[in-house]
């Protein structure tokens, strides 16, 4: 802590801070104080986030807290650090990294509270250290959406902005989002440990995560009596429900280098990211990724090529490479397992699979012969689906929210109406009406409405709330928060938000720097 900050007041906003972090010792971070924020304002805030850490339902009036949150004053029981870690970045590695631009502050209630675009530390590298207002906007918005959606996540409590300039592709305007997590430690932190050969620092981390966030492989291990390989096999399926959540939903992460990948299997650092417009399986959303390296259909193949990377940064202490291959095994069948079931909910067909399919099935139904060929008609159902979708490029959201009204009523025109092949819709239509069991529509549709959202974060309605909050107008960032943290209700006032993207959306491009 430098001594301008030592001589304002310590803020004491009654939470209860934890350090654990911290206490690994300073061959895992920099103890640093951010830098602060000139001139700060309340840009936006999310009160299902400050419910997670015990804030009361006033924290946002609060000054002493805007200027915590900008960087601006201590507060009571923090050890503000930047943590090292190293990485691949587009498949290749990229050395030592670090958090460059972000302050973790401390532990509260189980959540870790991060300052990003706090300053400058000693891993920004030729950044600035700074967040600007798009960005974080986008980071606030993300987080809460994909957590309403039932995605893992980090989570975002608010954003505070300021008239400080920050130079990018032009000048822009600073920011900062404070952001939680249960814990940011990435595959890139065991990997910059692992490729120094510090393997007691390794093993101290290693043991550190699998104390507080895996006991379970402690106390009863998957793969024999080896602790770290049946990590790492949680660690891979974690990973592998969060990227079939991804999929289902239409999720285009942007930049999943090493790095940015999250050791608890959460969605982490928002940047160049998107939701599907129209169905593209090879959609770039990331204007800088030249060659598709993170496209859409290829996230499960990214996903398991970073745990291949975590897997070696971990032989170490694993010992044995094929429980090390045994425990990546496992990302397949746990994402092919994971991705059918929530298809099938958006489909609104779980109900009729057997038992043993691991996907869902009533507590009452009982496997036949005729069985294999059940879950076999619903795989191809899927895959055609998507294929139907792909071939006249149909709106993700809007297919999959009509769909569940259309089964409700009965009513499949609007659905048709999306689709420039009639009768190929026609003959998928049939298909799945025979798998629909007509007893149960009601239900069903139901449970479609709950998982096939009417709101999602497009990236023209981010563009246009930022557009408004650039000029002090901040109603379009807290009128997409409303609607994205209930997202399937219906909010006949945002009906706008649910609609068809305009023609200009597809040519906003998004970059790394967003």
């Given at each position: 802590m430098n001594v301008a900050q030592e001589c304002y007041q310590i803020v004491d906003a009654g939470l209860t801070w934890r350090n654990r972090f911290h206490a690994l010792g300073p061959r895992f971070y920099t103890p640093l104080a951010p830098q602060p924020l000139p001139a700060p304002y309340w840009v936006a805030h999310s009160q299902a986030s400050a419910a997670l850490i015990g804030l009361n339902a006033h924290w946002a009036e609060s000054d002493a807290l805007l200027q915590v949150l900008s960087g601006n004053q201590p507060?009571?029981?923090?050890?503000?650090?930047?943590?090292?870690?190293?990485?691949?970045?587009?498949?290749?590695?990229?050395?030592?990294l670090g958090d460059g631009r972000a302050i973790l502050l401390g532990e509260t209630q189980g959540w870790e509270i991060q300052l990003k675009g706090s300053g400058l530390t000693p891993y920004s590298r030729m950044g600035d250290g700074r967040a600007v207002l798009r960005s974080s906007i986008r980071e606030f918005l993300c987080s809460e959406a994909m957590a309403a959606l039932g995605i893992p996540t980090t989570r975002a409590l608010c954003i505070t902005g300021s008239d400080a300039p920050v130079m990018r592709e032009t000048v822009e305007t600073a920011a900062v989002v404070t952001r939680l997590a249960p814990s940011f430690i990435r595959f890139g932190h065991f990997e910059h440990f692992a490729s120094r050969s510090q393997t007691t620092e390794l093993q101290t981390l290693a043991?550190?995560?699998?104390?507080?966030?895996?006991?379970?492989?402690r106390r009863q291990p998957a793969l024999g009596d080896n602790v770290y390989a049946s990590w790492l096999q949680a660690v891979v399926e974690r990973t592998a429900v969060m990227v079939a959540h991804w999929q289902a939903v239409g999720f285009c992460h942007g930049v999943m280098n090493t790095d940015n990948m999250s050791i608890l299997g959460l969605t982490i650092d928002y940047g160049p990211f998107a939701f599907l417009d129209a169905f593209d399986p090879g959609f770039i959303c990331n204007h800088t990724d030249r060659s598709g390296r993170y496209a859409f259909d290829a996230q499960p193949q990214i996903a398991h090529w970073n745990l291949y990377a975590l897997a070696h940064a971990l032989l170490?202490?694993?010992?044995?490479?094929?429980?090390?291959?045994?425990?990546l095994a496992a990302f397949e069948p746990t994402y092919k397992r994971t991705y059918q079931r929530l298809m099938l909910a958006k489909l609104g067909l779980g109900s009729v699979l057997p038992p043993e399919s691991g996907i869902k099935a009533h507590a009452d139904?009982?496997?036949?012969?005729?069985d294999d060929g059940v879950v076999q008609s619903m795989s191809a159902l899927i895959r055609d689906t998507l294929a139907l979708l792909a071939q006249d490029r149909v709106d993700y959201t809007i297919f999959w929210r009509r769909l569940s009204h259309a089964r409700a009523s009965g009513h499949y025109e609007p659905v048709r109406d999306l689709f420039i092949s009639r009768p190929a819709?026609?003959?998928w239509l049939r298909r799945y009406q025979a798998l629909v069991d007509p007893s149960d529509n009601g239900i069903q549709a139901h449970g479609m409405r709950q998982v096939n959202p009417k709101y999602v974060l497009r990236n023209y309605l981010a563009e246009q709330a930022i557009e408004a909050a650039r000029q002090k107008d901040f109603s379009g960032v807290a009128n997409l928060l409303t609607v994205l943290q209930q997202p399937c209700d219906d909010h006949p006032a945002f009906e706008a938000l649910a609609g068809f993207p305009p023609d200009w959306a597809s040519k906003i491009e998004i970059s790394c720097s967003s």
């Amino acid at each position: 802590m430098n001594v301008a900050q030592e001589c304002y007041q310590i803020v004491d906003a009654g939470l209860t801070w934890r350090n654990r972090f911290h206490a690994l010792g300073p061959r895992f971070y920099t103890p640093l104080a951010p830098q602060p924020l000139p001139a700060p304002y309340w840009v936006a805030h999310s009160q299902a986030s400050a419910a997670l850490i015990g804030l009361n339902a006033h924290w946002a009036e609060s000054d002493a807290l805007l200027q915590v949150l900008s960087g601006n004053q201590p507060m009571s029981g923090t050890q503000p650090l930047a943590s090292v870690y190293s990485g691949h970045q587009f498949g290749h590695w990229a050395g030592q990294l670090g958090d460059g631009r972000a302050i973790l502050l401390g532990e509260t209630q189980g959540w870790e509270i991060q300052l990003k675009g706090s300053g400058l530390t000693p891993y920004s590298r030729m950044g600035d250290g700074r967040a600007v207002l798009r960005s974080s906007i986008r980071e606030f918005l993300c987080s809460e959406a994909m957590a309403a959606l039932g995605i893992p996540t980090t989570r975002a409590l608010c954003i505070t902005g300021s008239d400080a300039p920050v130079m990018r592709e032009t000048v822009e305007t600073a920011a900062v989002v404070t952001r939680l997590a249960p814990s940011f430690i990435r595959f890139g932190h065991f990997e910059h440990f692992a490729s120094r050969s510090q393997t007691t620092e390794l093993q101290t981390l290693a043991d550190f995560v699998i104390d507080h966030f895996y006991p379970a492989c402690r106390r009863q291990p998957a793969l024999g009596d080896n602790v770290y390989a049946s990590w790492l096999q949680a660690v891979v399926e974690r990973t592998a429900v969060m990227v079939a959540h991804w999929q289902a939903v239409g999720f285009c992460h942007g930049v999943m280098n090493t790095d940015n990948m999250s050791i608890l299997g959460l969605t982490i650092d928002y940047g160049p990211f998107a939701f599907l417009d129209a169905f593209d399986p090879g959609f770039i959303c990331n204007h800088t990724d030249r060659s598709g390296r993170y496209a859409f259909d290829a996230q499960p193949q990214i996903a398991h090529w970073n745990l291949y990377a975590l897997a070696h940064a971990l032989l170490p202490l694993i010992q044995q490479p094929t429980l090390a291959e045994q425990a990546l095994a496992a990302f397949e069948p746990t994402y092919k397992r994971t991705y059918q079931r929530l298809m099938l909910a958006k489909l609104g067909l779980g109900s009729v699979l057997p038992p043993e399919s691991g996907i869902k099935a009533h507590a009452d139904s009982h496997p036949t012969e005729s069985d294999d060929g059940v879950v076999q008609s619903m795989s191809a159902l899927i895959r055609d689906t998507l294929a139907l979708l792909a071939q006249d490029r149909v709106d993700y959201t809007i297919f999959w929210r009509r769909l569940s009204h259309a089964r409700a009523s009965g009513h499949y025109e609007p659905v048709r109406d999306l689709f420039i092949s009639r009768p190929a819709f026609d003959g998928w239509l049939r298909r799945y009406q025979a798998l629909v069991d007509p007893s149960d529509n009601g239900i069903q549709a139901h449970g479609m409405r709950q998982v096939n959202p009417k709101y999602v974060l497009r990236n023209y309605l981010a563009e246009q709330a930022i557009e408004a909050a650039r000029q002090k107008d901040f109603s379009g960032v807290a009128n997409l928060l409303t609607v994205l943290q209930q997202p399937c209700d219906d909010h006949p006032a945002f009906e706008a938000l649910a609609g068809f993207p305009p023609d200009w959306a597809s040519k906003i491009e998004i970059s790394c720097s967003s």
